[in-house]
C-alpha cells in the first residue's frame, strides 16, 4: 500500500470507500480485493447499507470454502451449497421484510 503524499488522510466507515482504495502488489491478492471491491459497490447500489458487513461476510464465505477444499471437499458442491443458502437467505430477509413494512 502506498502513502499518498498530495492528499491528507481520509477516514470512512464506508466499506466501499476502503475496498476502493486497497492494491496490492501480488495480482492474486489484488484479484481478492477487486472481487471485495465488487461485493461492496453491488450491495451498496442494491442497498445502500451494508457494505462492510457484505465483506466481511464474503470473506468468511471465502475462508471457510478453502477449508473445505483443502479437506477433499468438491469445490462445485461447496459452490452450490453457498449459493443455497444464500438464495435462503435471501427469502429469509424478504419475509421479515414483509412483517415489517
Not at 470512512?12 to 502488489?25: N, P, Q, Y
Not at 465483506?55 to 443455497?84: C, K, S, V, W
Amino acid at each position: 500500500w502506498e502513502q499518498r503524499s498530495w492528499e491528507p488522510p481520509r477516514v470512512s466507515k464506508d466499506g466501499v470507500t476502503v475496498a476502493k482504495e486497497v492494491e496490492l502488489a501480488d495480482p492474486f491478492e489484488d484479484l481478492g480485493c477487486a472481487l471485495l471491491y465488487h461485493i461492496a459497490s453491488n450491495t451498496n447500489n442494491t442497498a445502500g447499507d451494508g457494505t462492510t458487513t457484505a465483506t466481511i461476510l464474503a470473506r468468511a464465505m471465502f475462508e471457510h470454502g478453502m477449508q473445505a477444499i483443502a479437506a477433499g471437499y468438491n469445490p462445485m458442491d461447496i459452490q452450490r451449497g453457498m449459493n443455497a443458502c444464500v438464495k435462503q437467505c435471501m427469502a429469509f430477509l424478504q419475509l421479515i421484510h414483509e412483517q415489517f413494512w
